[in-house]
């Protein structure tokens, strides 16, 4: 079945530091990824998205290219701030299959001034 | 815009009481989802529904009750509650497979 693997955090960053959240995946078909991003105390917000290979899903200065060939869809960031600090999760869904979603685990990012 | 509305956001129980969580969605969306969310665990899904009318098992169902009678609302029922049920607890809709879901703020129940 469909999964997705990201990297385990917590993530430590400082302020202005270059951020890199690792997300890979399998599909049996061809899905559409996501990247949610989930503030304290809050429900999961979608942060970006790309629905085929080589799209680029972009928002608040965060990107993540869908490269088929590696099967991936890593979220960056040039300059991370305090506000960032967050848990994100990456997810898939196949359009032409099942409505479930695949979320991975989540990556807490914490950002130090 | 109201989105997806959860409530209560915040509920403490005992064991072996029984409850229900409240889910109502604003946006005509055909699809929704419950999901739990434990520290280390990520989201997992509960139960789902397609539409009005029909519903699914997810990968931990066991202990939860839903029914989707119309397209607006979705309410997860606890029937016996248990210390293990104690979780955050996310709704969340989508317009068809393959979109962005929609997700409510939470609600966050103990179970004592």
């Known amino acids: 079945g469909d999964s997705v693997t990201q990297m385990e955090g917590p993530v430590t960053l400082s302020e202005e530091a270059f951020l890199t959240i690792n997300c890979t995946y399998t599909?049996?078909?061809?899905?559409?990824l996501f990247w949610y991003v989930q503030y304290p105390g809050e429900g999961l917000q979608l942060l970006l998205k790309?629905?085929?290979?080589?799209d680029k899903g972009s928002n608040k200065g965060f990107e993540a290219t869908y490269r088929k060939e590696t099967t991936s869809f890593h979220l960056e960031k040039g300059s991370v701030q305090v506000s960032d600090s967050a848990v994100y999760f990456c997810?898939?869904?196949?359009?032409?299959?099942?409505?479930?979603?695949?979320f991975g685990r989540g990556t807490s990012l914490i950002v130090h001034p | 815009n109201a989105g997806v509305t959860q409530t209560p956001k915040f509920q403490v129980l005992k064991t072996g009481q029984s409850m229900t969580l409240q889910c109502a969605q604003d946006?005509?969306?055909?699809?929704m989802s419950w999901y739990r969310q434990d520290p280390g665990m990520g989201l997992r899904l509960i139960h789902y529904?397609?539409?009005?009318?029909?519903?699914d098992q997810g990968e931990v169902p066991n202990g939860y009750n839903v029914s989707r009678s119309t397209t607006e609302d979705f309410p997860l029922r606890l029937l016996s509650a248990a210390p293990s049920q104690t979780s955050v607890y996310f709704c969340?809709?989508?317009?068809?497979?393959?979109?962005?879901?929609?997700f409510g703020d939470g609600t966050r129940l103990s179970i004592l």
């Open positions: 969340a809709s989508s317009d068809r497979a393959g979109q962005p879901q929609h």
């Open positions: 599909a049996t078909g061809y899905p559409s």
């Open positions: 790309a629905t085929k290979a080589d």
């Open positions: 997810a898939l869904s196949d359009s032409g299959g099942s409505y479930i979603p695949t």
């Open positions: 946006m005509n969306h055909e699809y």
């Open positions: 529904s397609v539409g009005a009318g029909i519903t």
